[in-house]
């Protein structure tokens, strides 16, 4: 079995199913070409847009990246949980259901992804995905795990977002999901990094979850086909990885105590440790806001799709 990629029981048959309304081919066609052409677009801009400064580019990112969901027809509304500004490098993990994602996340908290090596090698988007400063490991070989915790422990102290999906394999988002493995929070650790857990909800669930064997070709359409769906993503407080240096509160390695406290804030089932109320200054221009749970700026009007798509 592969130390970063576990199974999950999801099959496109019993789970990636819509039972709202469905759109009609032609609007639903107009949709997929939408998407399509803005993904495309991102490539396209991925080089001139890395030479901009960190300001500029990371606002272009976040555009893009809201831009996506949008043109396939996906409402979004991003809530921002109250936490004080994190300064340093940061571990963004959430749970995986599908290719949407990446630009949910990339949207509110733009940061380098961590991916598969094989992503690289995929046509366009492996090119998208390098220019944008993606961490390529491969998950298959146990041996170059130490490396690949290596890689991120590296990014973070550097100062980046790095962006993980600890589950290791997308689920169907019907029930619970998969348990958050371990190694990447040895990278925090090693770091003394902040996690900060995102929590991902598709409603209706189903039409967007991309699992086992289903061809993006088959996601895709699915996705433009079904209407009125929403993706909420829930930004939560971060947890300091300087409380597992050691071992957690129950004797386990660091790393594990540290993967469980951040798969309870993301399912909802436990407490997370809550860093302190920031005062009312605003921290850097790439980080949300530490306020009330609020629906962001990612859910205002310039990121609805227009109210025919819907009916």
Known sequence: ??????????????????????????????????????????????????????????????????????????????????????????????????????????????????????????????????????????????????????????????????????????????????AFRPAVFQAAIDAEASVRPVRITYRPAGAVAFVGDDPLAASLWRVVRAAGLTAEVDVLAPIPAGGHMSSSASGEPGRRGLARAAGAAVAGTGRTTTAPRAPAARGPADTPRPTAAQTAVASDRANLPRASVHH
């Open 1 to 178: 079995m592969s130390a970063w990629l576990p199974v999950a029981p999801c099959t496109p048959r019993s789970c990636a199913r819509h039972t709202g309304t469905v759109r009609a081919p032609l609007p639903a066609l107009l949709r997929l070409l939408a998407g399509c052409v803005w993904t495309l677009l991102g490539v396209a801009c991925a080089l001139p847009v890395r030479l901009l400064r960190a300001g500029p580019r990371t606002w272009l990112v976040r555009r893009w990246a809201r831009g996506v969901p949008r043109a396939f027809g996906v409402r979004v509304r991003v809530r921002v949980h109250p936490y004080a500004p994190v300064t340093g490098g940061e571990l963004v993990v959430a749970n995986h259901i599908s290719w949407l994602d990446v630009p949910l996340v990339a949207a509110a908290l733009p940061g380098r992804m961590l991916a598969k090596s094989e992503v690289g090698r995929w046509p366009l988007l492996g090119r998208l995905a390098g220019l944008g400063g993606t961490l390529f490991i491969d998950r298959d070989r146990l041996l170059a795990l130490p490396g690949a915790v290596s890689t991120v422990a590296e990014a973070l102290r550097s100062g980046s977002r790095v962006v993980a999906f600890p589950e290791g394999s997308t689920w169907c988002g019907r029930g619970s999901g998969g």
